[in-house]
């Protein structure tokens, strides 16, 4: 019961962690694209009175700069975090696999918030029992 169990419990703190860093992305993501990219600040923000890297990047299709795009790290990382727990749920036989990547995304997704942090760490501590977990033997 105990091995088995420590596939579940990898499978349940992963995909809860990938819920959360999704939920963190898109809630980033809607605050820059509402907001815009600028930190307010002394003269329209860290964008200056020139406009900062937004003619380099908001004419180009990308309309809320660096943090909108760490935003989308987020949300990509939470996608394949979830993926990698449903994953791992299913073929649990290629549970390193599935287990270094809920934990490179999980990792990755601190870039843009990491689900609030928590999310972030959900994902690292289930992708680490999803490596450290070995299946029983059916010979016993």
């Not at 169990?5 to 703190?13: Q, R």
């Not at 959360?20 to 992305?25: D, H, K, M, R, V």
């Not at 660096?66 to 299913?90: D, E, N, P, Q, T």
């Amino acid at each position: 019961m105990g091995l088995e169990s420590s596939s579940s419990v990898a499978f349940i703190l992963s995909l809860i962690g990938g819920i959360l860093i999704l939920i963190g992305g898109i809630a980033s993501l809607m605050w820059f694209m509402l907001n815009g990219s600028t930190f307010w600040g002394m003269m329209g923000g860290y964008g200056g009175m020139m406009g900062g890297w937004g003619w380099m990047i908001g004419n180009y299709g990308f309309p809320f700069g660096f943090m909108g795009g760490f935003s989308l790290v987020a949300l990509v990382s939470g996608v394949f975090v979830i993926i990698g727990a449903l994953m791992l749920k299913s073929r649990q036989a290629e549970h390193t696999t599935w287990g270094i990547i809920i934990l490179v995304f999980s990792i990755a997704s601190f870039v843009g918030m990491g689900g609030f942090v928590i999310g972030a760490l959900l994902g690292i501590s289930g992708g680490a029992l999803a490596l450290s977990w070995r299946p029983s033997s059916s010979a016993s």
